[in-house]
T-cell receptor, first 113, second 114 residues
Framework: DQQVKQNSPSLSVQEGRISILNCDYTNSMFDYFLWYKKYPAEGPTFLISISSIKDKNEDGRFTVFLNKSAKHLSLHIVPSQPGDSAVYFCAASDPNAGNMLTFGGGTRLMVKP | NAGVTQTPKFRILKIGQSMTLQCTQDMNHNYMYWYRQDPGMGLKLIYYSVGAGITDKGEVPNGYNVSRSTTEDFPLRLELAAPSQTSVYFC?????????????FGPGTRLTVL
């Protein structure tokens, strides 16, 4: 049973427009959420995170929104750039499981020039 | 500062063979992790270590072994390779084990078992 799900395996967006990547979770004990970005033939790199006590965190073009009641988080990229084309993973941390991360399956974002 | 390095980058094994995936970090991080990533799936934790001499199982430990004799190195051993172990393996490290602590990943090892 996947505790963290990214239901869209891929997303295509025009350069300059907004990209919205979604993530749903089932474990209400998750207290910290992260987004990682992965380019081909490289390891994932940390992008942005949010604590469960907040509903929004912004870092430049990237904003993460958390809706705890819906157990849903989303990553907004505005404006999208071709260099943003990558696979994005959301991950969640459970303090009852040693703070180990549970990852979603990833969404491949393609930003067209 | 190389971060997290992994060797080899690619490997093909025959069923029943064994191999060791190497992982080294130069950031003096206490925590190290091994994940596997199957197509369309997220990363799943195989084993982790909170410091030299201490290791623990993750979500999918069967068929693997680890050791942590130094802070820098965290090798992953596959005994009796099976086709189900075909995957991309990522090693990661973090300074502490808190959920807020960023994990730094190596470039991965792509393993195929035939």
């Amino acid at each position: 049973d996947q505790q963290v799900k990214q239901n869209s395996p891929s997303l295509s967006v025009q350069e300059g427009r907004i990209s919205i990547l979604n993530c749903d979770y089932t474990n209400s004990m998750f207290d910290y959420f992260l987004w990682y970005k992965k380019y081909p033939a490289e390891g994932p790199t940390f992008l942005i995170s949010i604590s469960s006590i907040k509903d929004k965190n912004e870092d430049g073009r990237f904003t993460v929104f958390l809706n705890k009641s819906a157990k849903h988080l989303s990553l907004h990229i505005v404006p999208s750039q071709p260099g943003d084309s990558a696979v994005y993973f959301c991950a969640a941390s459970d303090p009852n499981a040693g703070n180990m991360l549970t990852f979603g399956g990833g969404t491949r974002l393609m930003v067209k020039p | 500062n190389a971060g997290v390095t992994q060797t080899p980058k690619f490997r093909i094994l025959k069923i029943g063979q064994s191999m060791t995936l190497q992982c080294t970090q130069d950031m003096n991080h206490n925590y190290m992790y091994w994940y596997r990533q199957d197509p369309g799936m997220g990363l799943k934790l195989i084993y982790y270590s909170v410091g030299a001499g201490i290791t623990d199982k993750g979500e999918v430990p069967n068929g693997y072994n680890v050791s942590r004799s130094t802070t820098e190195d965290f090798p992953l051993r596959l005994e009796l390779a099976a086709p189900s172990q075909t995957s991309v393996y990522f090693c990661a490290s973090s300074k502490s084990g808190g959920g807020t602590d960023t994990q730094y990943f190596g470039p991965g090892t792509r393993l195929t078992v035939l």
